[in-house]
Nanobody
Framework: QVQLVESGGGLVQAGGSLRLSCAAS????????MGWFRQVPGKEREFVAA????????SYADSVRGRFTISRDNAKNTLYLQMSSLKPEDTAVYYC????????????????WGRGTQVTVSS
């Protein structure tokens, strides 16, 4: 089994920045693609960003491209999401996920999920 634990969420004003972290344990983190998703109540989980096992390939949702940066440190078994120029519409619970197959943009492609961390952006 793999355990994923997100941290770094909080309350920030519009235009501010946050960095989310996702600590992985229980599996060889460096072998797998990872992703960030977000969800607001009443809506489906939304793709944010994904990164290949070695960081050589990344993918972003159009809504965050140019503002968010996904990265990973395989030596530390940690995934990151640097979020800048935050907007109120970025408010959501953010989840990290592990994909045992390949980098993907759909939630059903991911096998393991963290519990999420709340990000709230005030206007």
């Amino acid at each position: 089994q793999v355990q994923l634990v997100e941290s770094g969420g909080g309350l920030v004003q519009a235009g501010g920045s946050l960095r989310l972290s996702c600590a992985a344990s229980g599996r060889t983190f460096s072998r797998y693609a990872m992703g960030w998703f977000r969800q607001v109540p009443g809506k489906e989980r939304e793709f944010v960003a994904a990164i290949s096992w070695n960081g050589g390939s990344v993918s972003y949702a159009d809504s965050v491209r140019g503002r968010f940066t996904i990265s990973r440190d395989n030596a530390k078994n940690t995934l990151y999401l640097q979020m800048s120029s935050l907007k109120p519409e970025d408010t959501a619970v953010y989840y990290c996920a592990l994909d045992t197959s390949a980098i993907g943009r759909r939630a059903d492609e991911y096998d393991h999920w963290g519990r999420g961390t709340q990000v709230t952006v005030s206007s």
